[in-house]
């Protein structure tokens, strides 16, 4: 069956421009992740869904990161004023209902000139 | 607090040589659970193993192999006769809070033929 799929795959944007990150997770799965991961660094959490709502969006750096899930499949990574320190690739995740293990998709490489 | 260290930034091995990359955890939690990740060169990270806090046996999977003591919060992973297409960063990762994985900074593993 297909895997975690996230569009764009590359994304360059300016300095202060508005970008959306998409991501479609495996089919049936209920739990979705975002997370960010800089050059030469492990990835790091930003928010977890389970179902349509965020059961924790603990890892989101500031108010300027918003993500939505608003059927319970497709999500959708938000960032405002993007700055040069949002250079990173991000990363998606899902997870069947009740299991641990998270499938991840390619992610989306997302330079801030 | 829960962290995963790595401390191997890089390894370099020929060909048909044994390589341990080693994993160390800290976590309060009683139960937890601890991952291998695989990122190849293309970018996905892919799962390898999940080991939960209750089942110490050691698991082997074809070349592969973890060696999991709590007594020493470790966690490490060995490739039995390294091959070429072993070549790329893995993870080790900690289930927090909420499913979410904490990843240490990985190790970068280079198979030279």
């Known amino acids: 069956g297909a895997g975690v799929s996230q569009t764009p795959s590359n994304k360059v944007t300016e300095k202060g421009k508005y970008v959306e990150l998409r991501c479609d997770p495996i089919s049936g799965h209920t739990a979705l992740y975002w997370y960010r991961q800089s050059l030469g660094q492990g990835p790091e959490f930003l928010i977890y869904f389970q179902g349509t709502g965020a059961a924790d969006d603990s890892g989101l750096p500031n108010d300027r990161f918003f993500a939505v899930r608003p059927e319970g499949s497709v999500s959708t990574l938000k960032i405002q004023r993007t700055e040069r320190g949002d250079s990173a690739v991000y990363l998606c995740a899902s997870s069947r209902d009740g299991s641990y293990e998270q499938y991840f998709g390619p992610g989306t490489r997302l330079t801030v000139t | 607090a829960q962290k995963v260290t790595q401390a191997q930034t890089e390894i370099s091995v020929v060909e048909k040589e044994d390589v341990t990359l080693d994993c160390v955890y800290e976590?309060?939690?009683?139960?937890?659970?601890l991952f291998w990740y695989k990122q190849p060169p293309s970018g996905e990270l892919v799962f390898l193993i999940r080991r939960n806090s209750f089942d110490e046996q050691n698991e082997i999977s074809g070349r592969y192999s973890w060696n999991f003591q709590k007594s020493t919060s470790s966690f490490n992973f060995t490739i039995t006769a390294s091959q070429v297409v072993d070549s790329a960063v893995y993870f080790c990762a900690l289930k927090g809070g909420y499913n979410k994985l904490i990843f240490g900074a990985g190790t970068r593993l280079a198979v030279h033929p």
């Open positions: 976590t309060r939690d009683t139960t937890y659970y």
